[in-house]
């Protein structure tokens, strides 16, 4: 049982790129209808038409968005992706500022100050952070 001489090399490397281009049309194509969803340019009629232009006919659906709309396309994926930036960075921000660091004197003297009875801290420590905190 000689499988290997069934299938020569050039056989193997051919499905293996044709199994590539086909995963790539599939990535693209999802790509497309993810960027038809997103764009707030196009009207409700202007997304159905593209949606059932790349669906009925994928192939040449596919090529002519790219084609007509793929500058546009990128551009809107990198506003996407700074506006995602931007959330996650204000997110951050809020969530650390809130509970990381008192934002007064009197919240940091309370915080010490449940601190040192606690038993976290000596009453040396804690009037040695209270001078720090007040001056």
């Keep these: 049982m ?19 281009l086909w995963v790539l049309w599939i990535v693209l194509l999802f790509r497309i209808i993810g960027d038809v969803f ?5 009207g409700g009629g202007a997304k159905t038409g593209w949606l059932l232009f ?5 192939f040449l659906g596919v090529f002519v968005y790219v084609l ?7 551009n809107r ?8 930036q931007q959330a ?19 919240e940091q003297l309370a915080k010490l100050s449940e601190i040192r ?3 976290d801290i000596t009453d040396a420590e804690f009037q040695r952070a209270k001078e720090k905190i007040l001056h």
């Design 88 to 106: 996650f960075d204000d997110y951050v921000r809020e969530t650390a500022g809130t509970g990381a660091k008192p934002r007064n004197e009197a």
């Design 68 to 74: 007509a709309r793929g500058k546009g396309m990128g």
């Design 38 to 42: 997103r764009d707030d340019t196009l």
């Design 2 to 20: 000689n499988l290997a001489y069934d299938y020569p090399v050039l056989g193997a490397f051919w499905t293996v790129m044709w199994i590539f």
């Design 117 to 119: 009875s606690k038993g």
């Design 54 to 58: 790349v669906i009925l006919l994928p």
């Design 77 to 84: 994926e990198v506003r996407h992706v700074q506006a995602r």
